[in-house]
């Protein structure tokens, strides 16, 4: 058998070596190797996990007494306030918008009342507030570290707006506060009304003028206000108040009292002081006289009988034409002044006699004779109310005077004036016949040899119409019939003497 250099027979294949040694070992070394992996990572997640927690812990710890950021009521951010510092911040601001808000209730300057919420029953409960607050402080604060750090981070996300609850406004104090000013500054009107009448002054009335009163209407304001204290808008409310008119003025007054008639009868300078003293003691008695609707004025029962007693003194009368002594001559001057200021009033002349014979102060048909207890004038006021009387004698000029009756009361219609017309209608011629009468006074002629004294000479008689004018803004409107007066003809008549000579 050949062999090859270096060639080495087969040999008996050789048993084999077995590979579980190995296997096992490889197994101990992943084994080994694993626990070392997994005991690493187990460390390195224990590390993160409390690095977590310590972060969630950092996170929320902040917190742990005091308020999330983003907690907020009435507008007040709490964050990071504890639940003290919360409850005041609350409080304070509670107090400050119940009290801060006023509202001065005012007139004329003056302040009646200052109105505040609590005047409204407006306030907060501090129990409710306490109820509302706790739950918002224990945001964060309750559950697990990751359940903490969820609601602190939802609240940050979204957050929480609350408001404390007050109790409504009502009006009952309002309105009781109201009706109060409203008492105050509520006034009565006064009614003019007058306060006396003094004839002997040129303005006889003195009248005490009317007032206005006030009312206040409170609905208005009272909206107002409600409306200031719903807003917060904190000043002064002014109250305007109506005025109330008096149902008589100075006016109605005035136009109750004005100048009816004004009547003027001249007196003669022959006049004597007696004549005169006459006149102004009638007048004296009608100077002041007030006649109340539908009442009647009689001039004899004003003046009183005409004697010594009463004031009266003698002087010259006439008498069927002739001049005669009597006491209380001129009177009948007095009364036809009075007569005429009637007339132009346009009131009813009830009674009235004319004289027989013309006098010289006024047209005969105008005048009125007077005797005590025969003739009367009398006229009734049919002015619808009251009249007032003046009556006196006015000097005119240094010696000359007047007779002046004024008729005051209710005011004529507007541009209504009334006037006098005397028409002479027919003439009745004098008497021839004459007549001698014995003078035993001897004021004109003593002795029975002297010739006669022509006393009154001979005169025609007349008739004469007395007609009242009515006149509207100048324009003659009416004419009203008052009166026929009759002045007899006269014939002549003589004094005779009544003694024999030595």
């Not at 309105?175 to 006889?204: K, R």
Request: net charge negative; with cysteine; charged share 20%.
């Amino acid at each position: 058998m050949n062999f090859q250099q270096g060639y080495r027979p087969p040999q008996p294949p050789k048993p084999p070596k077995s590979k579980l040694p190995i296997v096992i070992i490889a197994l101990v070394v992943v084994a080994a190797l694993g626990a070392g992996a997994y005991a690493f990572v187990s460390a390195q997640r224990a590390r993160e996990e409390n690095e977590r927690i310590q972060a969630l812990a950092d996170a929320v710890a902040p917190y742990n007494d005091t308020y999330l950021p983003g907690i907020y009521v009435d507008g007040i951010s709490l964050g990071g306030m504890t639940a003290q510092e919360g409850i005041d911040a609350v409080l304070a601001q509670i107090n400050e918008r119940q009290s801060g808000w006023n509202l001065g209730l005012t007139y004329k300057g003056h302040l009646f009342y200052t109105l505040h919420y609590s005047d409204f029953g407006v306030s907060t409960d501090v129990g409710s507030v306490y109820a509302l607050l706790e739950p918002l402080y224990m945001k964060g604060k309750v559950g697990t570290l990751e359940e903490r750090k969820a609601e602190m981070d939802d609240v940050a996300q979204n957050p929480v707006h609350a408001f404390t609850t007050e109790s409504a406004m009502t009006d009952e104090r309002l309105d009781s506060i109201l009706s109060q000013i409203q008492e105050q500054l509520t006034t009565a009107p006064q009614d003019a009304y007058l306060a006396y009448f003094d004839p002997d002054q040129s303005d006889p009335f003195v009248i005490q003028p009317e007032q206005y009163g006030t009312t206040l209407d409170t609905a208005p304001f009272k909206e107002q206000i409600l409306e200031r204290a719903a807003e917060g808008k904190s000043g002064n409310l002014e109250f305007t108040t109506t005025p109330v008119a008096p149902s008589v003025t100075t006016q109605d007054i005035r136009n109750q009292v004005t100048l009816r008639s004004k009547a003027t009868t001249p007196i003669s300078s022959a006049s004597t002081e007696d004549r005169n003293s006459n006149i102004r003691t009638a007048f004296s008695r009608i100077n002041g006289q007030t006649i109340e609707a539908g009442a009647r004025f009689s001039f004899n029962k004003v003046t009183l009988d005409r004697t010594l007693k009463n004031g009266y003194k003698y002087a010259i009368e006439y008498v069927l034409g002739m001049e005669e002594m009597g006491i209380g001559g001129g009177v009948c001057q007095a009364s036809t002044t009075v007569y005429l200021a009637a007339l132009l009033s346009d009131l009813q002349i009830v009674s009235r006699v004319s004289h027989s014979d013309p006098v010289s102060y006024t047209t005969f048909g105008q005048d009125a004779t007077v005797v005590y207890g025969r003739h009367d004038l009398v006229f009734k006021n049919t002015s619808g109310g009251t009249l007032y009387l003046t009556a006196k004698v006015v000097e005119k000029k240094k010696n000359s005077y007047e007779c002046q009756v004024c008729i005051y009361g209710p005011k004529l219609e507007d541009g209504v004036s009334y006037t006098l017309r005397t028409d002479t209608i027919e003439t009745l011629p004098a008497p021839l016949t004459e007549t001698f009468n014995k003078d035993t006074e001897h004021v004109y002629v003593t002795y029975k040899d002297e010739e006669p004294y022509l006393v009154r000479k001979a005169r025609d008689g007349f008739v004469n119409e007395t007609y009242l004018l009515k006149w509207k803004d100048g324009q003659l409107i009416e004419e009203k019939f008052v009166s026929r007066d009759t002045c007899k003809a006269r014939g002549a008549v003589y004094a005779v003497g009544t003694m024999n000579r030595e």
